[in-house]
């Protein structure tokens, strides 16, 4: 079984900044695009950011200029640095990950238990 951990949520005031981390563990064989989701009180979960094995990113226009997400492949781990926090930005921040657990395993997504961010005005 694959597990993700999200970290590192909080309160902060506007303007500020965090730093989420992700953490997966369990039998991997290898992750491919790992990404951070968002979901605020009645609104869908959507995307914030994504991360391939490779570096490349993909960025919501919600978060570009002040969200950089990164990963360290040989950890396991995902972070997003998040600046010039906004009272939008409040939400639950959940960790996704497509894992392979062996060479010919298919393909399967796995989702942290996700982490508050609450920004004040």
């Known amino acids: 079984q694959v597990q993700l951990v999200e970290s590192g949520g909080g309160l902060v005031q506007a303007g500020g900044s965090l730093t989420l981390s992700c953490a997966a563990s369990g039998i991997i064989f290898r992750i491919n695009t790992m990404g951070w989701y968002r979901q605020a009180p009645g609104k869908q979960r959507e995307l914030v950011a994504a991360?391939?094995?490779?570096?490349?990113?993909n960025y919501a226009d919600s978060g570009k200029g002040r969200f950089t997400v990164s990963r360290d492949n040989a950890k396991k781990q995902l972070y997003l640095q998040m600046n010039s926090l906004k009272p939008e930005d409040t939400a639950v921040y959940y960790c996704k990950a497509a894992v392979l657990i062996a060479p010919t395993a298919p393909e399967i997504d796995y989702w942290g238990q996700g982490t508050q961010v609450t920004v004040s005005s």
């Open positions: 991360i391939t094995n490779g570096g490349n990113t």
